[in-house]
């Protein structure tokens, strides 16, 4: 009798260790497929950013200086695909406010607000601005959900014997980095 108690004890125990382990196993690739979607939001805002400085040269040539600033924090933010959420996270802030400063310098030019290409890439990076947001809403919360379980007993056991690790969260540093930037025409 004895040894069927234990031999209980052993199959719930390993019963357990399995399914723990699955569940980081399904958290961790939640993760990692929220990443991917911040990934594919981010690399479309940068490449839509050339297209819309086309649009935007003829305009403003004399503000040199702004697009310069949107070239140099574009070029920071592709160096920095590979980084980690909390280097990219960084390199995209200054990306925004620098397309920030270039919206709030278009106010100035009424043909390039009337501009139907200006107007088309000012609504797509809009829409790419709000799908950052999403990507990085739900890649917030699989990363919350996996560093829980990595953290949490008993499950940190099995986590810390298969070296599951915690991940970062995408954060922006800058609060007003936050904010989308604010475009009225």
């Given at each position: 009798?004895?040894?069927?108690?234990?031999?209980?004890?052993?199959?719930?125990?390993?019963?357990?260790?399995?399914?723990?382990?699955?569940n980081?196993?399904?958290?961790r690739?939640?993760?990692?497929?929220?990443?991917?979607g911040?990934?594919?939001?981010?690399k479309?805002?940068t490449?839509?950013?050339?297209?819309?400085?086309?649009?935007?040269k003829?305009?403003m040539?004399h503000?040199?200086?702004?697009?310069?600033?949107?070239?140099?924090a574009?070029?920071?933010?592709?160096?920095?695909?590979?980084g980690?959420?909390?280097?990219?996270?960084?390199?995209?802030?200054i990306?925004?406010?620098?397309?920030?400063?270039?919206f709030?310098?278009?106010e100035?030019?009424?043909?390039?607000?009337?501009?139907?290409?200006?107007?088309?890439?000012?609504?797509?990076l809009?829409?790419?601005?709000?799908?950052?947001?999403l990507?990085?809403?739900?890649?917030?919360?699989?990363?919350?959900?996996?560093?829980?379980?990595v953290?949490?007993?008993?499950?940190?056991?099995?986590?810390?014997?298969?070296?599951?690790d915690?991940?970062?969260?995408?954060?922006?540093e800058?609060?007003?980095?936050r904010?989308?930037?604010?475009?009225?025409?």
């Amino acid at each position: 009798m004895f040894g069927w108690i234990i031999l209980g004890i052993v199959v719930v125990v390993i019963g357990y260790g399995i399914m723990a382990y699955n569940n980081l196993v399904r958290q961790r690739q939640l993760t990692q497929e929220g990443w991917s979607g911040i990934d594919v939001q981010l690399k479309r805002r940068t490449d839509l950013i050339p297209n819309l400085m086309e649009a935007v040269k003829g305009y403003m040539s004399h503000e040199r200086e702004t697009l310069e600033a949107v070239t140099q924090a574009r070029t920071a933010a592709q160096a920095a695909q590979n980084g980690t959420p909390e280097q990219r996270a960084q390199a995209e802030g200054i990306l925004s406010g620098a397309l920030g400063r270039l919206f709030a310098v278009a106010e100035a030019y009424p043909d390039l607000k009337a501009s139907q290409n200006f107007m088309q890439f000012q609504g797509e990076l809009s829409n790419t601005e709000n799908e950052i947001q999403l990507s990085r809403r739900y890649y917030n919360g699989t990363a919350r959900d996996l560093n829980t379980a990595v953290e949490s007993f008993p499950s940190n056991v099995i986590a810390n014997f298969f070296k599951f690790d915690k991940v970062q969260y995408f954060e922006m540093e800058n609060p007003a980095d936050r904010a989308v930037p604010q475009v009225k025409f």
